[in-house]
T-cell receptor
Framework: DAKTTQPPSMDCAEGRAANLPCNHS???????VYWYRQIHSQGPQYIIH???NNETNEMASLIITEDRKSSTLILPHATLRDTAVYYC??????????????FGKGTHLIIQP | DTAVSQTPKYLVTQMGNDKSIKCEQN?????MYWYKQDSKKFLKIMFS???????INETVPNRFSPKSPDKAHLNLHINSLELGDSAVYFC????????????FGPGTRLLVL
């Protein structure tokens, strides 16, 4: 799986959009970009994933650049409950085997009241 | 209903003991995983298992062994516990092996004294 680079921490004001960047310059054509988050003392939680098109669900939006070398997770109206460590993971759909996820250090997002 | 559950939530034990952590998923998923999160908060895959294969992270000591009585359960047995085994252990599951979205349990906090 390709390596990802994320800022170690970010602050965002409550109610504003939180934009979390991720660089994955070595991503290959069959690799997806996944985002998970881990709220303090909880298990990781899936947020969203995408291949090349932008994606949106009830939690967030994912913007992937045209060259696919970077992406941005957007939480449109951040709340205090969004304070967590956010992990960007690049992973292929292998179609076989059962490899686990490779978590990096992630970005600690702190939502300020 | 909790999708992925783990018991116990907390486990405090002495060095040298043997202990088990249980995991159950009610999602009908085919693949289950165990992850370890150490004191520095790094999350690492330990095992992944479906009805066809067990994939073991080569860094995991053979004192750790997963056991699956059925598709909905993957228990983690640890023999001869050491101080360095103190960590949070997370169970997860996914519908298919490979890059599918994974759902995590709440974690088991193990402290070895």
């Amino acid at each position: 799986d390709a390596k990802t680079t994320q800022p170690p921490s970010m602050d965002c004001a409550e109610g504003r959009a939180a934009n979390l960047p991720c660089n994955h310059s070595t991503i290959s054509g069959n690799e997806y970009v996944y985002w998970y988050r881990q709220i303090h003392s909880q298990g990781p939680q899936y947020i969203i994933h995408g291949l090349k098109n932008n994606e949106t669900n009830e939690m967030a939006s994912l913007i992937i650049t045209e060259d696919r070398k970077s992406s941005t997770l957007i939480l449109p109206h951040a709340t205090l409950r969004d304070t967590a460590v956010y992990y960007c993971i690049v992973r292929s759909i292998s179609g076989g085997g059962a490899d686990g996820l490779t978590f990096g250090k992630g970005t600690h997002l702190i939502i300020q009241p | 209903d909790t999708a992925v559950s783990q018991t116990p939530k907390y486990l405090v034990t002495q060095m040298g003991n043997d202990k088990s952590i249980k995991c159950e998923q009610n999602l009908g998923h085919d693949t289950m995983y165990w992850y370890k999160q150490d004191s520095k908060k790094f999350l690492k895959i330990m095992f992944s298992y479906n009805n066809k294969e067990l994939i073991i992270n080569e860094t995991v000591p053979n004192r750790f062994s997963p056991k699956s009585p059925d598709k909905a359960h993957l228990n983690l047995h640890i023999n001869s516990l050491e101080l360095g085994d103190s960590a949070v252990y997370f169970c997860a599951s996914s519908q298919l092996a490979g890059g599918e979205t994974q759902y995590f349990g709440p974690g088991t906090r193990l402290l070895v004294l």
